[in-house]
């Protein structure tokens, strides 16, 4: 019985080149001589420390353009406030994987209600659609791909 499954990964090695261009960008920026602005990353969470809120956001901004250059989604990326503490702005990033149980359940539902020949059935952080035909899957994978969900799914595991 042809079989997929529905994951939502991030490309670490592709995050940390992302991580090392922006360090570099930063680093030769004008905007940012003399300032102490650094990128760090621990377990999937990525630390921007600047002086103040506006270079918070630019180097946000040039975080995020990196990892569109690299092909990693932004929408895995979770924004954190920043916090200001005396002479520094720290801002926290985390990089989500997986699929939650709630964005599980939505999708599920979304292939329920669309009358496709296939089940869908959540597997921890991913999620396993089956069918009879080869055809039935690839009309879910062109359904969950029009549906517009807060995390970047990609489909991988294809037996056919």
């Known amino acids: 019985m042809p079989s997929f499954d529905i994951v939502s990964e991030v490309d670490m090695p592709e995050v940390n080149n992302a991580l090392d261009q ?28 600047a002086e103040s809120d506006f270079q918070l956001e630019q180097m946000l901004d040039i975080l995020k353009g990196k990892m569109v250059k690299r092909n990693v989604d932004v929408k ?11 002479k520094q702005a720290l801002q926290i990033v985390t990089i989500q994987q997986g699929i939650e149980a709630d964005v ?34 690839q009309e879910c994978i062109a ?17 056919d």
């Open 22 to 49: 922006a360090r570099r960008e930063v680093g030769t920026r004008f905007d940012f001589k003399g300032v102490d602005a650094t990128f760090e990353i621990k377990d999937k969470e990525i630390t921007l420390t």
């Open 76 to 86: 895995s990326l979770e924004v954190g406030e920043p916090k200001q503490s005396g």
């Open 104 to 137: 599980a359940r939505k999708l599920v539902k979304i292939i329920k209600e669309s009358k496709c020949k296939v089940q869908a059935a959540i597997q921890g952080d991913k999620l396993r659609v089956t069918g009879k035909k080869r055809d039935d899957l």
């Open 143 to 159: 359904l969950v791909r029009e549906s517009s969900l807060d995390v970047p799914v990609q489909f991988n595991n294809f037996r």
